[in-house]
């Protein structure tokens, strides 16, 4: 088995559903469920099968469309290996939390897998022209997931993530067009693109298409504001990929054909963007701190979380990229588990994301499990010691530190106010002693007695946020982890131009 | 050899004056939907046998006194206009508008006749009959549903709007000619390029631009187009919005790229340094039709009027492709042009569906498709888009081809660039429009609420001809090149 093996079984996975039986939804579930571990499964494959990481390694290349120099190429290095682990783990989390999904199940799992098609497709991609088709592949069923089966402001929210990523790839589309016809490579590979050097005044302006392109996906400030609306108006396991997974295509596409084939070009706009990604970190987390809804809290906490990986790729120094892709990696695990535990864990039972309204409901007794693990997940997503948030925000300021000390001192203010707004989230979703300052609502206390057994966190649910939190844990108390792939990775060939251009140091 | 290059032309018209004569020999007595079924099976069945027995391995032929070219790959874009031709025709049995079934379908395949001559000549004089025929033909088509005033009317305005600018056309070619002394294209391009271009010649060129953007709809000669789809039947809607754009726009990337090449007239639409000439006229036509197709097609609630509007645009994003002027460009707007053509035909052939099953074409009563047939559903999603550009459907290597080509093109790069970046940001636009419908089908919508009965109303041939237009767009979405070595006829 090998890593390609994962766009396989996702999109099997997609066709297989439409053949489940409708009227039990539970063969659709544990179908969804093992299409889900077969693919983890295909995405460590790499790892287990030992592939060097320091080695951009082909996987499937053949031909696709000879007459342009395209190719069906997928090659993975340590990376890779890296992001379509953190997809593989989402997308089983991701199942584990959408048991309850009780209407068209079937075709929320095919939209599901189609949507991880694409993910594991563009960290696959070693052909620009193919990580753009599957960028782009992920744009429609994100927008149905989210139509259809989301939650307050369903549309509005779908129709701007849309809208946002196309406008994205639209820039983008017009940055590798660039780069393959303008600079005279005529091929599309990044390996072939890697070693060419584009000449300064190109890469000044073909730079912040290709950069920008993919940040706002990203959640780059001021490009940000699909975040929060989308990520709110998703349904659990839409916002868990949202967040766990589809920001990171935009950092990784960032990474891979912004900043390693333009360094230059990122030097010359180091310092505008690098502000940009300064102050993302700390708007969002601003902003987070002011919000009533609890799932708005954790989109802004996600712009300003992304805002460190941008920061990292911006500070073109090897602790900064590593740091970078920890954050990835990290983000895409607690990010997931936070709104796994908003969305299913408390919006499903209580009906209500309003913080006033969490208040009176003394949820901590209620949902001592939601309660725990929401706190872990805090602590985590704050950047504690010992989780993986630490290591990849401590390594993004070490490299940021050499690049520009005040936006490192700046982003520094963001992690103090991301514990507070992290602080204050948990403190009055399960913590609040103040019951009686708000009334809760009579439709929410009818619905607390009605359903009083559907407080219980199911196995699913526990199980999934236990490995999320699992996987924090390990990658917190041992970065090496993930760094012994990622660091080799940054030594490849395909970094040769940013090393040229006095990068990674 | 000679007849061979005609091939495709002669059989056409024969046909058209086959189905004639049997229609009014034998069908008189028989009920409507019988004639056209009938009818249908023979012209499928001829048109069918006339392509297996066609040789298609020659040499290109030309017959340089008609300025007549003929190649595998120009039959190639014939026996497309011919299936697309097929399909508008089984389509017009999804609705009951005539008795006159054998002049309709006589009229059809006389237009096709036309479309055909529009992809290889070379000839001013062959070119402007060729266009008459297609256009006289669908002038009739558009009014054949005569119980209808929205028919009518439609088809008065299209004849208005159609005289005028065939006479606009004919007169660039008689300046044209006037300028050059020659109706051969090339020949024409010759003179053009051997001496100082006379103001007369641009003239001509302006005036013959006119016309053709009338023919493919481009703003600001668009007006005809909503009001034409509309009134038309679903099977002559099916046919301007396909075969009628296929080939004006065929017949075009022929005139621009063999006869105006020469820079006297085809001018230069850089933002610096503009000068008159049909690429300055092109790209103002393109400019225009992005921004006017797309922002009203975002205000439709008809479907049939959106999908004219947005037809608009699309003749715009073609557009874009030909200023590039290059043989790239050119072919790059012919897979367009192709891509297009097919999903028009299938969203019409939806328009169709829609209007029997909800009596109307309004755009809100696409919602509940999903539930009411999984299969249509996700064809018109297809097609959908398909239209708006996403991989790895067809339309998005249109996209693709035609703005890479526009790119690359060295006579005037920044001429075209600022076209390719306003496309891109008009087709964020049309994503809006596009997603709004695909949701709309994919909402599950309770059938009792609609008070109707579950089942669609479609014959299975329609569904047929939907499947396989889908079908197509995927398959030529995942491998692109096919389309394009047939187009090239390698």
Redesign the interface.
């Known amino acids: 088995m090998t890593p390609t093996w994962t766009l396989v079984i996702c999109l099997l996975g997609a066709i297989l559903q439409q053949f489940m039986p409708r009227t039990e939804p539970k063969f659709a579930r544990a179908t969804a469920l093992l299409t889900a571990f077969l693919s983890l499964a295909a995405a460590f494959s790499g790892v287990v099968n030992g592939m060097d990481p320091g080695v951009f390694t082909t996987l499937t290349r053949a031909p696709w ?4 120099g395209i190719e069906f190429h997928l090659a993975a290095d340590g990376i890779t290996h890296c992001m379509l682990v953190l997809t593989g783990i989402a997308a089983v989390a991701g199942v584990l939390f959408s048991w309850n999904v009780e209407h ?1 199940v079937r ?1 929320f799992f095919s939209l599901y897998f189609l949507l991880l098609t694409g993910c594991f497709g563009v960290f696959l991609s070693a052909d620009l022209f193919l990580l ?2 599957f960028y ?2 992920a ?2 069923p994100k ?2 997931l989210i ?2 089966w989301g939650s307050k402001n369903r ?1 509005h929210g ?2 701007k993530l ?2 946002y990523s ?2 994205g790839s ?1 820039l983008v ?2 940055g590798i ?2 780069c393959a ?2 600079s005279g490579v005529g091929s599309f590979s990044l390996q072939e693109l890697g070693k060419h050097a584009f000449p300064p005044d190109f890469q000044r302006w073909v730079f912040p298409l290709l950069f920008v392109g993919f940040a706002v996906l990203a959640g780059m400030f001021p490009f940000h504001t699909w975040a929060p609306t989308g990520h709110s108006a998703a349904p659990t396991a839409a916002s868990m990929l949202l967040a766990g997974v589809v920001m990171k295509l935009g950092a990784y596409g960032a990474l891979r054909a912004g900043v390693a084939l333009m360094p230059q070009g990122a030097a010359m706009w180091q310092m505008p963007l690098g502000m940009l990604a300064a102050i993302g970190i700390v708007h969002g987390a601003w902003v987070a701190l002011t919000q009533r809804d609890i799932k708005y809290i954790i989109g802004y906490s996600s712009v300003s979380h992304m805002g460190f990986a941008l920061l990292g790729l911006l500070s073109l120094s090897s602790a900064g990229l590593s740091g970078a892709v920890l954050q990835m990696f990290s983000h895409g695990i607690i990010g997931g588990l936070l709104f796994a535990i908003a969305g299913r864990m408390i919006y499903d039972r209580t009906h209500t994301r309003e913080l006033a309204e969490l208040e009176g409901l003394n949820l901590q007794k209620l949902m001592p499990f939601a309660a725990v693990s929401f706190v872990l997940a805090g602590f985590a997503s704050m950047g504690m010691p010992g989780f993986s948030g630490f290591a990849a925000e401590a390594h993004v300021l070490a490299g940021a530190w050499k690049s520009f000390p005040s936006l490192a001192i700046l982003s520094g203010v963001g992690i103090v106010l991301g514990a507070a707004f992290t602080l204050r989230v948990v403190h009055r979703t399960f913590y609040a002693a103040g019951a009686g300052e708000v009334e809760p609502s009579p439709a929410s206390t009818k619905e607390k007695q009605a359903h009083g057994e559907a407080l219980v966190i199911s196995i699913p649910e526990r199980l999934g946020a236990m490995g999320l939190i699992a996987v924090a844990l390990a990658v917190g108390l041992w970065p090496r982890l993930l760094l012994d792939w990622i660091v080799p990775a940054l030594e490849s060939p395909l970094f040769e131009n940013l090393r040229k251009s006095g990068g990674l140091q | 050899m000679v007849a061979r290059a005609v091939l495709p032309e002669i059989c056409t018209a024969f046909l058209a004056l086959l189905v004639l004569t049997v229609d009014l020999a034998w069908l008189t007595t028989w009920s409507e939907s019988a004639r056209k079924t009938l009818l249908c099976v023979v012209c499928t069945l001829a048109l069918g046998i006339a392509w297996i027995l066609l040789d298609r391995n020659w040499e290109p032929v030309a017959i340089p006194t008609l300025g007549w070219m003929a190649s595998p790959g120009v039959t190639c874009l014939k026996g497309l206009i011919a299936a697309l031709t097929l399909g508008s025709l089984w389509l017009s049995r999804e609705s009951s508008f005539t008795k006159h079934v054998g002049e309709y379908f006589a009229l059809t395949l006389l237009a096709a006749v036309g479309a055909m001559i529009l992809c290889s000549t070379q000839h001013l004089i062959l070119a402007f009959t060729g266009l008459e025929l297609l256009s006289l033909s669908l002038y009739v088509l558009t009014a054949f549903h005569k119980d209808r005033a929205l028919s009518a009317e439609a088809g008065l305005k299209y004849f208005l709007f159609g005289g005028v600018s065939a006479a606009t056309m004919l007169y660039g070619f008689s300046l044209l000619h006037g300028a050059t002394g020659e109706l051969l294209l090339p020949k024409v391009a010759m003179k053009l390029a051997a001496g100082p271009v006379e103001p007369i010649a641009v003239m001509g060129v302006l005036f013959a631009s006119a016309g053709f953007a009338f023919k493919i709809s481009a703003a600001p000669f668009h007006l005809w187009t909503p009001d034409a789809y509309q009134g038309a039947t679903p099977g002559s809607a099916a046919f301007i919005a396909s075969v009628s754009k296929l080939a004006s726009f065929a017949l075009l990337a022929q005139v621009t790229w063999v006869g105006w090449n020469p820079a006297g007239v085809a001018g230069n639409a850089s933002l610096g340094s503009a000068k008159p000439g049909w690429i300055a006229f092109f790209a103002f036509a393109a400019t225009a039709s992005i921004v006017i197709g797309n922002l009203a097609a975002l205000a439709q609630s008809g479907f049939r009027r959106f999908i004219a509007y947005s037809g608009v645009a699309h003749a715009g994003y073609m557009l874009v492709g030909l200023i590039a002027n290059t043989q790239d460009a050119a072919y790059s707007v012919l897979y367009y042009a192709v891509t297009y053509a097919i999903g028009s035909l299938g969203l019409i052939a939806m328009s169709a569906i829609l209007e029997n099953r909800r009596g109307s074409d309004a755009i809100s009563g696409f919602a509940g498709w ?1 539930r009411e047939s999984r299969f249509l559903a996700v064809c018109l999603m297809v097609f959908l ?1 398909s239209q708006a550009g ?3 459907l067809a339309g ?2 249109a996209k693709f081809y035609v ?2 080509a526009a ?2 093109s060295h006579g005037a790069p920044h001429g075209v660039f600022w076209l ?2 306003a496309s ?2 008009a ?2 636009v049309a ?2 429009y596009y ?2 419908i ?2 709309a089908a ?3 919508r309770d059938l009792a609420e609609a008070g109707q009965a579950p089942g669609m109303p479609a014959l299975w041939i329609t569904r047929a001809w939907i499947g396989a237009c889908a079908l197509l767009l995927v398959w030529w979405g995942c491998f ?2 096919k389309l ?1 070595s047939l187009l090239r006829g390698s």
Do not use: T
């Open positions: 469309v000879p007459g342009l068209r075709d753009f088709v782009e592949l744009i429609v927008y149905l139509a259809h549309e779908a129709m849309a809208l196309f406008v639209a589309f017009a067009l660039a016809w303008a | 999903m888009l996403i991989p790895p998005f290597f703005f890479s790119l690359k390719v970046a891109l940001v087709s964020c994503l809006y997603l709004r695909v949701r994919f909402e599950a692109p090149d394009l």
